[in-house]
């Protein structure tokens, strides 16, 4: 009887997880991803650096390199564990054993002075998943327009705010 509610276990785990997968959207082209990831800003290419780090960290990013002569930026976010679903349910419930799984966010900025004087910055989102502990990471692009907008947002306020203090 054991056996075969354990396998009945596995069999509703299995149909829970495959039932939930769903098809990858379609990869973006570099023209359709740069007309969201990248905005020009007139400023100098060091307030536009220095703003975006600062709306890193202001996002709860932690930055790992900054070197201005290039104009690239890296940074690691902040980890954030899977919401529970019913697969994590039962997994609890039955085995004691937390399933979830967790994102680790990374960003990248480059800053660049373009010839017609103004400096462009292009920013880049991933999210790397780990559905389950033991399970290989996949990396995600962001590929959410208004996270960018909102992003590119908070790196003009800080652009205006450095150029009111100057």
Do not use: W
Request: overall charge neutral.
């Amino acid at each position: 009887m054991k056996t075969y509610s354990n396998m009945l276990l596995i069999a509703i785990v299995a149909l829970l997880i495959t039932g939930c997968a769903s098809r990858p959207p379609a990869p973006k082209s570099g023209v359709e991803l740069q007309s969201y990831q990248a905005r020009e800003f007139e400023t100098s290419k060091r307030s536009a650096f220095s703003a975006t780090m600062s709306v890193f960290q202001d996002l709860g990013f932690i930055i790992d390199d900054g070197d201005f002569d290039t104009g690239l930026i890296t940074a690691t976010g902040p980890t954030t564990r899977h919401e529970l679903g019913m697969s994590d349910l039962l997994a609890g419930v039955f085995a004691g054993v937390d399933t979830r799984g967790a994102t680790h966010r990374r960003a990248t900025a480059f800053v660049e002075k373009m010839p017609s004087g103004l400096v462009r910055i292009r920013l880049n989102f991933v999210d790397n998943v780990v559905a389950a502990p033991g399970t290989p990471q996949q990396s995600k692009p962001l590929q959410e327009p208004a996270f960018y907008q909102a992003t590119f947002e908070q790196i003009d306020k800080a652009i205006f705010v450095r150029s009111a203090t100057t």
